[in-house]
């Protein structure tokens, strides 16, 4: 499975088609839409229909709308807070001069770079790599970067926890009885049990791979792109989204309201590592924070409203955590590729690498 037009996914029965060229705004129900999907990414069409007191189709009308354009999206992951799933390593590249966009694109073609930002700063790039061990991760970033014309320098910093990631954010656009009637129809997550259970066949493979293109597929849609019986896909399916995949709903960052992006590479004593992360998952800016062993023990995420903020930030940052010290910051000039989109200049979705689990070779079709 190669590179997947964002417009290219299913429409919904009773949904005409969408002309993907066509200028698209946000209105409230466009933002009702998204905000819904954002705290249940596979929530049936009837549902939000009811709570935004629309008729379903006219719902679902509204989402191919945003997808077909690239302005939103749905896409799965593998649960990045368990690493008997999948290890991550957030990667700093020093490139050539000038060579830094050229090595984003080579980056951008492999499912293993899940994300790159082009940033300004202590670093060129930004790129997140994912893999099932470290002794993979440790092939994985070998074979890619010594592989790649321009790459000078990395830094490999690995995941050891990720209490924050960017499936928590929210529009706000919902009232709170509107939240609390699409909450209430999540699915519960678990853990897997046994070590044996965090391990990948072929079937988990492919739907990974397709969930990663289109998180909302129909069971039907996914039972006939891989050959099983609905019976056996609606079991996996349960039990691949409570334990080990995750849903998030995307917006394109310049419609959320926050177009800036900045990292912040930080540290605080060990003692002090879950009281921070839980304050900054309190904190409206931070879209991720990830745990990692290296010089830093944090590396932040955060979306701005204005240049003038990244300092700012980091300012209330030293008010509100007196502990934590910020050793260097980078403004995000691209985003490339997020969770597997291509992105263009303006944030839209123009493209999908599918996601896979590397120790199991891509499925084709």
């Known amino acids: ?61 509204r989402w191919q709308r945003l997808e077909a354009a690239g302005l939103a999206w749905v896409t799965a992951y593998p649960r990045l807070s368990d690493p008997r799933i999948v290890v ?24 293993s770079v899940p994300n790159i930002k082009l940033t300004a700063g202590g670093r060129d790039l930004v790129a997140a ?5 470290l002794d993979e991760l440790a092939r994985l970033t070998t074979s890619l970067f010594r592989g790649t014309p321009g790459v000078r320098v990395t830094r490999t910093h690995v ?28 699915p519960p997550a678990s853990r897997p049990a046994p070590r044996t ?14 969930l990663s293109v289109d998180g909302r ?23 691949l989204l409570a334990s080990r995949l995750s849903l998030r709903c995307d917006l394109a960052r310049p419609l959320s309201g926050w177009p800036l992006s900045a990292v912040y590479f930080a540290s605080v004593p060990g003692q002090h590592v879950e009281q921070t992360t ?12 990830a745990i990692t062993a290296g010089p830093y023990n944090l590396v932040i995420d955060v979306w701005l409203r ?31 590729k997020h969770m597997g989109r291509l992105l263009d200049h303006d944030g839209h979705c123009i493209g999908v690498v599918p996601l896979r689990t590397s120790e199991i070779p891509a499925a084709r079709g």
């Open 88 to 111: 991550t390593g957030i990667v700093e590249v020093d490139t050539e001069p000038g060579a830094a966009e050229d090595v984003a694109r080579a980056f951008a073609k492999d499912p």
């Open 129 to 133: 790599v994912q893999a099932r061990s």
């Open 306 to 336: 204005d240049l003038r903020d990244v300092h700012a930030f980091e300012a209330h940052l030293a008010r509100k955590i007196p502990h934590l010290t910020v050793a260097d910051r980078s403004v995000v000039l691209r985003t490339f």
């Open 217 to 239: 597929m129909s069971l039907r849609d996914l039972s006939a792109a891989t050959g099983t019986s609905l019976t056996t896909l609606r079991r996996r399916m349960q039990s």
């Open 159 to 186: 995941y050891t926890g990720a209490p924050t990631e960017g499936s928590r954010w929210r529009l706000r656009s919902l009232d709170e009885a509107q939240v609390a009637r699409v909450e209430a129809s999540v």
């Open 1 to 61: 499975m190669g590179v997947q037009d964002c417009a290219g996914v299913e429409g919904v029965e009773g949904v005409e088609g969408v002309d993907a060229t066509e200028a698209v705004e946000l209105d409230e129900l466009d933002r009702g839409v998204v905000h819904a999907l954002q705290i249940h990414p596979r929530a049936p069409w009837t549902l939000v229909g009811e709570v935004l007191g629309v008729n379903p189709v006219t719902a679902a009308r």
């Open 197 to 210: 259970e965090a391990r990948w066949d072929d079937l988990d493979a492919r739907l990974l791979e397709l």
């Open 278 to 289: 839980r304050v900054l998952a309190g904190v409206r800016e931070v879209r991720s924070c």
